[in-house]
């Protein structure tokens, strides 16, 4: 056998009911030392019942099992050797733990080696130290969270340099904070140089984690290969009730789309793929037909959002943005252009008050002589509001020497990183025990993708218990609810992402509709507290805006 491999299993027999139905069937596979392996598959596919024979526990009906190169005995001299190399965490770890308490629980392995008490004690003082259990080591373990649970049997195992560990589902019935320690631990094995096979259902983690994926199908092999073969053949996903990762639905969406090339290596997470978004070369100044000599420049700010019905939230937000900006450039005037024409009809007939829509705002900078407009959207994103908004405007470039136009509020990685300062900071009060819920529009414009991938950075920087949704598109309320349900807060906040606290916020999100997201939470059982206040109050919003205008003028 090839020295590079570690374990092997040649067509392996197992079945729990007297050979009626086969939990393997014969399986087959190879395993290289010091791989990260996922195992995936349905429920009832295989993936417990081999790691229980990889251990010892189970013995094979037929077919062999191969360590380091000689087949397995099933001696008990045996068997204690085997488990040493290959020790197994299970899913739940009531069913691991038995001593009185965490220091006994570990040290047990350690000494049941032959090892000195001293040898042992080091051992041990290490794996404390490494899987961060120094706070809970004198408790009994009955009395550990579970986390703490899962943080002991995975101590349990290092205890005794193994070769191979073995986790079975373990981030199950972890909270947000739990599961990234344990994910870490995970990460800090393997680049110890342990071979480590991993049980999950989660396939975003399973795609940027493993080196090789196992896909079990009735107790055999469907499919093996890296994660970027396995998770882009949808047949196999399919036949195993598996879902590709949500960065290569992504991706692929851009790609057919047109807006991202194929040839772009697939992206491993999705603060990848808003990397590959924020290169896309997006055109900011465009000089127009109007450039006579002799005509002097004179210089004027557009300011174009979708607008709004409500005149409370219109004042601390499109109101207040656009005397920032006319601030920031003080010898500019500022025009205003909306571009829902049902909310300018609604403000028309309601309030007698008029709104200009881009065309028409662009018509009066024309007739008051402005040579050079600089645009400024108050969109969160580059979407389809936007797209029109750039046809309209550039549509009378033959009138202006030149028109420049800053971005929308997301439209960089810097941006998402300073919206999520400015949020976090807003927020600050926030505990553990709440969860913070924002819901964005959503659009079906290829920047939407923008959403699940600020709602990972969000996680990524180490805020668990803030989530962001859609009314319209991905990640949609029944996603986040699943992930805030996963995280069992004690209280749900909900806030807009949006700009104007406007309809979608006090209705879709706060109002009293049954569908709406505040009874849906509250349905499920949560205090739910409804923060009705647009993304265009907090100060640093409106900065971010500012300093894309300056970078359009500059």
């Not at 929308?408 to 926030?430: C, G, K, R, Y």
């Not at 529009?441 to 180490?462: E, P, R, V, W």
Request: hydrophobic share 40%; charged share 25%.
């Amino acid at each position: 056998m090839n020295n590079d491999i570690i374990l092997k299993a040649d067509n392996l027999y197992f079945s729990y009911d007297d050979e009626k139905s086969h939990s393997l069937n014969g399986l087959s596979l190879e395993i290289k030392r010091g791989q990260k392996i996922a195992f995936m598959g349905a429920n009832g596919s295989g993936k417990s019942t081999f790691f229980l024979c990889c251990t010892g526990i189970h013995k094979p009906s037929s077919g062999t099992l191969y360590y380091n190169g000689a087949p397995y005995s099933y001696d008990k001299k045996s068997l204690l050797k085997l488990r040493s190399k290959i020790g197994i965490v299970f899913q739940d770890p009531d069913n691991q733990l038995f001593s009185a308490s965490v220091y006994q629980e570990i040290s047990f392995g350690a000494l049941n080696l032959g090892l000195s008490e001293k040898a042992a004690k080091e051992a041990v003082e290490t794996v404390i130290d490494q899987l961060e259990i120094t706070p809970f080591r004198h408790k009994p373990t009955h009395a550990l969270s579970g986390g703490q649970k899962k943080q002991v049997s995975i101590a349990d195992i290092l205890v005794m340099k193994p070769d191979i560990i073995i986790l079975d589902e373990p981030a199950a019935a972890l909270d947000p904070k739990h599961t990234t320690l344990v994910n870490q631990i995970v990460d800090r094995m393997t680049e110890s140089g342990i071979t480590v096979f991993l049980a999950t259902h989660d396939v975003n983690y399973a795609y940027e984690w493993a080196d090789q994926i196992m896909l079990f199908h009735e107790g055999k092999v469907l499919m093996h290969g890296t994660p970027e073969q396995v998770f882009t053949n949808k047949a196999a996903l399919a036949q195993t009730n598996l879902e590709p990762p949500a960065v290569l639905e992504l991706f692929d969406s851009l790609c057919k789309k047109g807006i991202l090339k194929t040839g772009l290596p697939l992206p491993k997470n999705l603060k990848t793929l808003e990397k590959y978004i924020s290169y896309v070369n997006l055109n900011t100044t465009y000089y127009g037909g109007n450039t006579t000599v002799e005509q002097k420049k004179k210089k004027a700010i557009l300011v174009v959002s979708f607008g709004t019905s409500h005149n409370d939230t219109r004042k601390v937000t499109i109101d207040a943005i656009e005397r920032d900006l006319g601030d920031a450039f003080p010898d500019y005037p500022v025009y205003r252009a909306w571009t829902s024409k049902m909310i300018i009809k609604k403000l028309k007939t309601r309030d007698q008050v008029s709104v200009r829509n881009v065309k028409e705002a662009m018509e009066q900078m024309k007739a008051d002589g402005i040579t050079d407009v600089l645009v400024q959207p108050t969109h969160v994103i580059n979407g389809i509001e936007n797209d029109l908004m750039k046809e309209d405007v550039l549509s009378y470039s033959e009138f202006f020497s030149s028109i420049s136009f800053g971005t929308p509020l997301l439209t960089s990685e810097e941006d998402s990183n300073a919206v999520i300062q400015v949020l976090t900071d807003a927020f600050s009060w926030l505990k553990p025990s709440q969860a913070l819920v924002f819901m964005g529009h959503g659009t079906t414009h290829f920047a939407n993708s923008i959403y699940a991938a600020l709602d990972y950075t969000f996680k990524d920087k180490g805020y668990p218990n803030i989530f962001l949704g859609t009314v319209e598109a991905y990640p949609s309320m029944e996603s986040l609810k699943r992930m805030v349900d996963a995280y069992k807060p004690e209280e749900v906040f909900l806030a807009p992402f949006m700009i104007v606290a406007g309809d979608h916020a006090k209705n879709d999100m706060a109002g009293d509709d049954p569908d709406s997201w505040y009874n849906k939470f509250k349905e499920a059982g949560y205090k739910v507290t409804p923060v009705l206040k647009g993304l265009g109050e907090y100060e640093g919003i409106r900065k971010i805006f500012v300093e894309h205008l300056k970078a359009a003028e500059y």
